[in-house]
């Protein structure tokens, strides 16, 4: 059974920085894709950001281009979102998401992620 687990979430400021990690299981962690999407109270769950197995290449939800940023290291079975001035529409519970087929037409789908973690709150107060 693949696991994800989500830390780095908390309360800040805006204008405020996080960095939110996703540990995952060994077997599974470097042959996936691996992706974040988030989901605020009452609204659906939003893509954040992906990026394919080798780290190569990455792709972002339009509400998050230019500030949040995507990352993995394959050697520590680990994914990475760095989020940089943020705003108070980015409080969401953050969640981490393996195994879609990596197509930016789809990847944005959450019934296409094949895993997921239990979340992570970010809290930003204005």
């Known amino acids: 059974q693949a696991q994800l687990v989500e830390s780095g979430g908390g309360l800040v400021q805006a204008g405020g920085s996080l960095r939110l990690t996703c540990a995952a299981s060994?077997?599974?962690?470097?042959?996936?894709?691996m992706g974040w999407f988030r989901q605020a109270p009452g609204k659906e769950r939003e893509f954040v950001a992906g990026?394919?197995?080798?780290?190569?290449?990455?792709y972002y939800g339009d509400s998050v281009m230019g500030r949040f940023t995507i990352s993995r290291d394959n050697a520590k079975n680990t994914v990475y979102l760095q989020v940089n001035s943020l705003k108070s529409e980015d409080t969401a519970v953050y969640y981490c998401?393996?195994?879609?087929?990596?197509?930016?037409?789809?990847?944005?789908?959450?019934?296409?992620?094949?895993?997921w973690g239990q979340g992570t709150q970010v809290t930003v107060s204005s």
């Open positions: 998401a393996a195994g879609a087929p990596w197509a930016p037409a789809t990847i944005t789908v959450p019934r296409v992620w094949r895993y």
């Open positions: 060994r077997h599974m962690f470097s042959r996936y894709t």
């Open positions: 990026i394919t197995s080798s780290g190569g290449s990455t």
